[in-house]
T-cell receptor, first 113, second 112 residues
Framework: DAGVTQSPTHLIKTRGQQVTLRCSPK?????VSWYQQALGQGPQFIFQ???????QRGNFPDRFSGHQFPNYSSELNVNALLLGDSALYLC????????????FGPGTRLLVL | AQSVTQPDIHITVSEGASLELRCNYS??????LFWYVQSPGQGLQLLLK??????LVQGIKGFEAEFKRSQSSFNLRKPSVHWSDAAEYFC??????????FGSGTRLSIRP
């Protein structure tokens, strides 16, 4: 049973560029949440997708957007990258019927130069 | 406001010694509580969770946590730590089908 997978593992971009990160949820899960973890801090909630719609959003600007596909996989897009966007981006999946527990992927390390 | 406080930024314990990591939360409704562990450069692994029922919950790797509603606490314990337990530990609070709010983490080092 595959867990949550994310790609790519590492990414280097320059300021002003755009980036797309991808996530495949754990088998049987239909809900995907994205978190940003800056160095030395706890993860911060970006948004959550269910039934291909954004269900909940944290305190992040509109430069951060997402998408969920019919197979429940998800993308996180960040436009106009800033140096401060450098972080580990974590994807978590859960099952809507139970919904309590989120299982995390290994993350994508983004470095903005 | 919803928040999680982990008052200890860094803790060092000797291998074989007992461990307690502190966590306090502020949450409007009855919370779901979690402890996650993160090794360097890795994602988060769920150690244990509390939703309801018995306030002492058992997790993986020999960890346990106790929910104390009166103190708004959910401290993590292990009777005897191993060198492989060195990692970052995050306490978190959430609700069903909702975002999880994390503490800032406690880094655990193990003294040989």
């Amino acid at each position: 049973d595959a867990g949550v997978t994310q790609s790519p593992t590492h990414l280097i971009k320059t300021r002003g560029q755009q980036v797309t990160l991808r996530c495949s949820p754990k088998s049987g899960h239909d809900t995907v949440s994205w978190y940003q973890q800056a160095l030395g801090q706890g993860p911060q909630f970006i948004f959550q997708y269910y039934e291909e719609e954004e269900r909940q959003r944290g305190n992040f600007p509109d430069r951060f957007s997402g998408h969920q596909f019919p197979n429940y996989s998800s993308e996180l897009n960040v436009n106009a990258l800033l140096l401060g966007d450098s972080a580990l981006y974590l994807c978590a999946s859960s099952f809507s019927r139970t919904g309590e527990t989120q299982y995390f992927g290994p993350g994508t390390r983004l470095l903005v130069l | 406001a919803q928040s999680v406080t982990q008052p200890d930024i860094h803790i060092t314990v000797s291998e074989g010694a007992s461990l307690e990591l502190r966590c306090n939360y502020s949450y409007g409704a009855t919370p779901y509580l979690f402890w996650y562990v993160q090794s360097p450069g890795q994602g988060l692994q769920l150690l244990l969770k509390y939703f309801s029922g018995d306030t002492l919950v058992q997790g993986i790797k020999g960890f346990e946590a106790e929910f104390k509603r009166s103190q708004s606490s959910f401290n993590l314990r292990k009777p005897s730590v191993h060198w492989s337990d060195a990692a970052e530990y995050f306490c978190a609070v959430g609700a069903r089908a909702s975002k999880i709010i994390f503490g800032s983490g406690t880094r655990l080092s193990i003294r040989p």
